[in-house]
């Protein structure tokens, strides 16, 4: 039998995430990632730049994280596209609250207007499809989070998933960038 290919591991990981979040009651769902680890947060300079994500339906959320470090005095930025084959940059999002500075960006996710100020995160929060305990991460496919943080390595990567994202191991390629550390609802990857 041979290894699933990356993107056999996607489909069948997506399921999984999907089942789990549906089976967890919402009053449940709200509370998590509602507030970053205290360890976490210690490794956090106060003058740093926190780039987080939109999260889609299934994938951990990262705006409670958004609105929490803003109003803590960080700078937030989220991923913008100029189109669906242009490298990922970061661009300032004011309103973590109502939102209301964000458009629909070529890939149907909301994102900065094209106008908003150019940022590049030293703490960066990154979305997953899979994760191993050595901090590999299987991401969407597009390769976007891997090249931008070989261009632009921060002071802290960090990944957010649910638990049942996690995976022994991963298919991995030397330009799979690892994570610093992966937060679930339930533990902490990695050493902080």
Avoid: N
């Avoid at 931008?148 to 990567?157: I, N, Q, S």
């Amino acid at each position: 039998m041979t290894d699933p290919t990356k993107s056999e591991l996607r489909k069948t990981l997506r399921a999984a995430r999907k089942a789990h979040v549906e089976a967890l009651p919402d009053a449940i769902r709200g509370l998590l990632f509602h507030r970053p680890p205290a360890p976490l947060l210690a490794r956090i300079p106060a003058e740093a730049v926190i780039g987080v994500y939109h999260a889609g339906p299934f994938e951990a959320p990262a705006a409670a994280y958004a609105r929490f470090f803003r109003d803590a005095g960080h700078t937030i930025a989220l991923p913008h596209f100029t189109s669906p084959d242009a490298p990922m940059s970061f661009r300032h999002h004011t309103d973590p609250y109502a939102q209301d500075d964000l458009e629909v960006g070529p890939f149907g996710i909301l994102q900065p207007a094209a106008d908003a100020e150019p940022l590049v995160p030293d703490v960066l929060f990154v979305p997953l499809v899979g994760f191993t305990p050595a901090l590999e991460r299987l991401g969407q496919g597009g390769g976007h989070y891997d090249r931008w943080l070989a261009e632009h390595p921060p002071a802290l990567a960090v990944g957010l998933a649910w638990d049942a994202q996690a995976c022994d191991t991963l298919p991995t390629e030397p330009h799979d960038k690892p994570l610093d550390a992966v937060v679930t609802p339930t533990r902490i990857y990695g050493s902080l």
